[in-house]
């Protein structure tokens, strides 16, 4: 018997031997691996019952954690001068909750409290983007530039150009940008990136030649950071995109907040760039070009708190629950998706039943509207414990911000879903300042003074064929 033949009579037992191989794998890793009971219950089911694809699809959804060497930087020791007691407060007792906080993230994150920071909001691409090129324009050692999308329009040619002018004056410049992200435009701003000699990377890149990849084809680098000479960083929720720029009255014009930041906090960002670029590339950024010795410029304590799949899984998620848990008498929420676990949940209606004033600011309109059904089938689980949902108009509100007890702020890229809390790297800033906060609650008053808020009425009015499909699509909610 000729080998074809052999292989035409036996192939059927092999291919059924590799999938039951397969298909023991993934649910050995599943049982081992998931947390929480339905979704492993989900994803056996899945893995069984789909022959061959079950398992592939499990390896590209199902596997949502990778493994990161540690990068060996120089030691980065902060030795400013510790936090103050009260951190911030005119009265110790009134920072009682607020050092709760501290003690939480302390215990979740490696990076300390840094004292002496000065923290300016820049409200829309009007004026961020302004300011990131000229401070790329006058830098003259280092740019580290990290974004989830960089678009190939005209905001992102003036970034391009801005960056190759850097490097002609030689500067040391590095540009990360997300692989899914990256797609957002066509042609990809790399090609411009590398015509200019610009240093760019794909964060977890995934083609046909990498197949291998497929397990991190879900995980999203949703990092954006501009640090300029180690000493001035741009970091919050803002794309590299010209909706941004309201004034130019874009298309798809959105609305987002972003934060110019100066102070030793400036280090504890540079590092989550490092080793974002390390992870990537296998090239370690260090030395005094990137990471000057640092001086106090305001009066903000503020510390980063990276988030992702990886060591720093759930860093995030662990800073909103101690928040919500400490929270005496207000909390403000703004965000652009709304889809909370059960455990934050929980921590919302305990924390109204408390006492505290939590109001959620979501835009109207979404710009994912799949996402939107998802949120509005889960609004009625917080309006029925006294929380408050306001609806702000168009243009879509892009903006990321928690602000507890007119003190704490909590600013950068994470989003309220499942998505943000454990899919994506993240990049946050926590913040101690009632100056701070005050001027960040201004923001978000004047959102809320054109928003529309949400009853319960309302929600329970909706047609039923809308409940449903805002119930269908919500079980898709870790994947949106």
């Not at 009265?91 to 709760?100: N, P, Q, S």
């Not at 207000?330 to 455990?343: E, G, H, M, Q, R």
């Not at 704490?408 to 879903?417: E, Q, T």
Request: charge should be positive; hydrophobic fraction near 45%; charged fraction near 20%.
């Amino acid at each position: 018997m000729e080998w074809h033949a052999v292989l035409y009579r036996f192939w059927p037992h092999v291919a059924a031997g590799f999938d039951l191989l397969a298909c023991l794998l993934a649910s050995g890793h599943t049982l081992l691996h998931k947390r929480d009971t339905r979704a492993a219950t989900i994803w056996l089911t899945v893995i069984w019952m789909i022959p061959a694809l079950g398992p592939l699809l499990y390896l590209a959804l199902g596997v949502n954690r990778i493994r990161r060497r540690a990068v060996k930087l120089g030691v980065h020791t902060y030795l400013g001068r510790p936090a103050p007691e009260n951190l911030g407060e005119s009265e110790a007792v009134h920072a009682e909750h607020l050092k709760h906080i501290a003690r939480v993230v302390s215990r979740v994150v490696a990076q300390p409290l840094t004292v002496g920071n000065h923290v300016e909001p820049l409200v829309n691409g009007d004026a961020a983007f302004p300011a990131m090129l000229d401070a790329i324009g006058s830098a003259k050692k280092s740019v580290t530039l990290c974004s989830y999308i960089f678009d190939n329009d005209a905001t992102g040619k003036r970034f391009v150009a801005a960056l190759k002018s850097a490097v002609e004056r030689g500067v040391a410049v590095r540009v990360l940008v997300d692989s899914a992200g990256a797609r957002y435009s066509w042609p990809p701003i790399n090609w411009a990136l590398r015509r200019a000699g610009v240093p760019f990377a794909k964060f977890l890149p995934t083609t046909l030649l990498r197949p291998w990849h497929v397990a991190t084809i879900n995980l999203r680098n949703h990092r954006k950071c501009l640090v300029v000479d180690g000493q001035v960083a741009f970091t919050g929720g803002m794309n590299l995109r010209h909706g941004n720029v309201l004034a130019a009255r874009p298309r798809n014009p959105v609305q987002d907040l972003h934060f110019r930041i100066t102070g030793p906090v400036v280090t504890e960002l540079q590092e989550a760039f490092a080793n974002d670029w390390a992870f990537t590339t296998g090239e370690v950024i260090d030395g005094e070009i990137w990471f000057p010795d640092l001086t106090e410029t305001g009066e903000v304590i503020a510390r980063v708190i990276p988030d992702g799949p990886d060591a720093d899984f759930e860093n995030a998620r662990w800073t909103l629950l101690a928040a919500l848990a400490e929270a005496q008498n207000s909390v403000k929420i703004l965000t652009p998706y709304f889809l909370p676990d059960s455990a934050l949940i929980t921590a919302l209606n305990l924390a109204s039943l408390r006492g505290v004033r939590v109001d959620i600011i979501l835009p109207a309109k979404n710009n994912l509207p799949f996402v939107h059904w998802a949120s509005r089938s889960m609004w009625w689980q917080v309006l029925q414990r006294g929380c408050h949902i306001w609806l702000t108009p168009a243009p879509f509100d892009h903006s990321k911000l928690m602000i507890v007890d007119s003190h704490w702020v909590l600013l950068g890229s994470a989003n309220w879903d499942a998505r943000s809390l454990r899919l994506n790297f993240e990049l946050n800033v926590e913040c101690y300042c009632r100056k701070f906060s005050q001027a960040m609650e201004k923001i978000l008053d004047g959102k809320m003074a054109t928003a529309h808020e949400v009853t319960l009425k309302e929600v329970d009015a909706r047609s039923l064929p809308g409940k449903l499909r805002d119930a269908m699509v919500r079980l898709f909610s870790p994947y949106l």
